[in-house]
């Protein structure tokens, strides 16, 4: 939940998710859930939340923690925003999730919501702890968010830069390798590598999820079981 890439492909895109987190964090590999508006697959926390999904009616969502700067924790919040994900997963659309979920006394974060059924857009939520901001952002174009609870403006931008040399390197294939980006070590300093480790937190995980014409594909890492799960979809895009 805290490096995430998005990066378009001839015919869908690839979306790619490392989680930091502390390792002692129990987290149960992506699963199939059940809801109103279809099925679900995530990872799911210790705490009944998750950070990813990709539903059948065509969404991918992600939660990044914090909105635009560092803030000050609270000592207690009234729910983990993992649970705000599968929320998101059961409002109708973007706008009606933003309208109508309520996020007083939630500790700031970023959504993001790409929705994939004929082509792509991507909406995208930051609560910053009092107010909602959204945006729209170009699917032609490549993206890549940072969680600021973990990475200082500096730090943003010298990943920002190993993040475009990576996407220049893989310009001419049609289908880059994305985990290469978010498995590569690019420094010395492993407290702001994209593969992080400090001394109670680290990327524990690696979430990706490729649309393509006849191909829908969850890819989970697990880096402290040393553990690779692959669920396969049936067709979603028409």
């Known amino acids: 939940m805290c490096t995430v890439s998005y990066i378009p492909l001839k015919t869908g895109f690839v979306f790619t998710s490392n989680r930091d987190e502390s390792p002692s964090r129990l987290t149960h590999p992506p699963s199939v859930h059940h809801t109103d508006f279809g099925h679900i697959i995530y990872p799911e926390d210790e705490k009944g939340g998750s950070w990813i999904g990709v539903d059948s009616g065509d969404r991918v969502i992600c939660l990044l923690n914090g909105?635009?700067?560092k803030h000050i924790r609270k000592d207690r919040?009234?729910?983990?925003?993992?649970?705000?994900?599968?929320?998101?997963?059961?409002?109708?659309?973007?706008?009606?999730?933003?309208?109508?979920?309520?996020?007083?006394?939630?500790?700031?974060?970023?959504?993001?919501?790409?929705?994939?059924?004929?082509?792509?857009?991507?909406?995208?939520?930051?609560?910053?702890?009092?107010?909602?901001?959204?945006?729209?952002?170009?699917?032609?174009?490549?993206?890549?968010?940072?969680?600021?609870?973990?990475?200082?403006?500096?730090?943003?931008?010298?990943?920002?830069?190993?993040?475009?040399?990576?996407?220049?390197?893989?310009?001419?294939?049609?289908?880059?390798?994305?985990?290469?980006f978010h498995t590569k070590s690019y420094t010395f300093d492993s407290e702001c590598d994209i593969l992080m480790k400090?001394?109670?937190?680290?990327?524990?995980?690696?979430?990706q999820i490729r649309i393509d014409t006849n191909l829908t594909q969850f890819k989970y890492i697990d880096l402290v079981r040393n553990q690779e799960h692959i669920t396969d979809f049936v067709k979603v895009r028409d």
């Open 67 to 69: 909105a635009f700067e």
């Open 198 to 207: 400090r001394a109670n937190v680290e990327t524990v995980s690696i979430s």
């Open 77 to 180: 919040y009234r729910k983990s925003r993992g649970k705000i994900l599968i929320e998101a997963f059961n409002s109708f659309d973007f706008k009606s999730f933003v309208e109508h979920t309520n996020l007083i006394d939630i500790e700031p974060f970023t959504l993001i919501w790409i929705e994939f059924n004929k082509s792509e857009h991507i909406h995208e939520l930051i609560w910053d702890g009092s107010g909602k901001h959204t945006n729209t952002l170009n699917s032609e174009e490549n993206h890549l968010w940072q969680s600021s609870t973990l990475y200082t403006p500096q730090q943003k931008i010298t990943r920002q830069s190993w993040f475009k040399n990576w996407l220049t390197d893989n310009a001419q294939k049609v289908s880059p390798d994305t985990l290469s």
